[in-house]
């Protein structure tokens, strides 16, 4: 079990429980359940929601101060966190197809040991300022760590040696894109996909049939 600096409540490093929810753990309740699917600001929820002094609920609250992120989103990517942590930790840390970048950041929020992370798009988007205020209010310590780096993905995207990588909502072709620079690299990489309509075509039809078009889609990138 790991620490977040701060943090009242142990994360969880090894194999990870059947519980839905492992770090925001409250939204395991029925009545609660409702909530983590919607797509609305934090702010617009119940602020008993995020009640504790853990650091999750801390940054939740910020971000909810700073009118920025949705609830779905900020669930989704404290999850994909948990599960893939250490898989990808290395000391500095690569976000593709980084968006607004919340992935990238909580590494640089939780991990003591990533001392970089860049979070790499063709254009970063004017909500990151916002959000990273949102963490560097609670965790001064992101600030020196995290830079933005705006360039368009294609399969030879340079990483800096020794990187880690995630992928998170990168849509269609773009995850096997990042998967491709990270092959290239050498990097471990953990990818959370989301769309798949312009993704690569599964290269054995039959299991579109047993599986479906995305699930054959995952099967062969993991391959």
């Given at each position: 079990?790991?620490?977040?600096?701060?943090?009242?409540?142990?994360?969880?490093?090894?194999?990870?429980?059947?519980?839905?929810?492992?770090?925001?753990?409250?939204?395991?309740?029925?009545?609660?359940?409702?909530?983590?699917?919607?797509?609305?600001?934090?702010?617009?929820?119940?602020?008993?929601?995020?009640?504790?002094?853990?650091?999750?609920?801390?940054?939740?609250?910020?971000?909810?101060?700073?009118?920025?992120?949705?609830?779905?989103?900020?669930?989704?990517?404290?999850?994909?966190?948990?599960?893939?942590?250490?898989?990808?930790?290395?000391?500095?840390?690569?976000?593709?197809?980084?968006?607004?970048?919340?992935?990238?950041?909580?590494?640089?929020?939780?991990?003591?040991?990533?001392?970089?992370?860049?979070?790499?798009?063709?254009?970063?988007?004017?909500?990151?300022?916002?959000?990273?205020?949102?963490?560097?209010?609670?965790?001064?310590?992101?600030?020196?760590?995290?830079?933005?780096?705006?360039?368009?993905?294609?399969?030879s995207t340079?990483?800096?040696?020794?990187?880690?990588?995630?992928?998170?909502?990168?849509?269609?072709?773009?995850?096997?894109?990042?998967?491709?620079?990270?092959?290239?690299?050498?990097?471990?990489?953990?990818?959370?996909?989301?769309?798949?309509?312009?993704?690569?075509?599964?290269?054995?039809?039959?299991?579109?049939?047993?599986?479906?078009?995305?699930?054959?889609?995952?099967?062969?990138r993991s391959?």
């Amino acid at each position: 079990m790991a620490r977040y600096p701060g943090a009242q409540r142990p994360v969880q490093e090894g194999p990870v429980s059947d519980a839905r929810f492992t770090i925001y753990t409250q939204f395991n309740e029925a009545s609660r359940l409702e909530f983590a699917g919607m797509k609305h600001r934090i702010h617009s929820l119940p602020v008993d929601l995020f009640p504790t002094d853990s650091l999750p609920d801390r940054l939740a609250r910020s971000l909810a101060e700073h009118r920025v992120v949705h609830v779905k989103e900020l669930l989704e990517s404290f999850e994909f966190f948990a599960r893939v942590r250490r898989r990808v930790r290395r000391p500095t840390v690569v976000e593709l197809c980084a968006g607004h970048g919340l992935v990238g950041l909580i590494f640089a929020l939780c991990e003591p040991s990533v001392t970089r992370v860049e979070l790499v798009d063709s254009r970063q988007p004017p909500s990151f300022g916002r959000i990273r205020e949102a963490f560097t209010t609670i965790a001064p310590w992101v600030a020196d760590k995290v830079v933005y780096r705006e360039t368009p993905l294609d399969g030879s995207t340079a990483l800096p040696d020794g990187a880690g990588v995630v992928l998170a909502h990168a849509c269609g072709e773009l995850t096997d894109l990042g998967l491709d620079c990270a092959i290239a690299s050498g990097a471990p990489v953990a990818a959370m996909p989301c769309c798949y309509g312009s993704a690569r075509g599964p290269r054995v039809p039959a299991l579109s049939k047993a599986f479906g078009r995305a699930a054959n889609i995952d099967i062969t990138r993991s391959h």
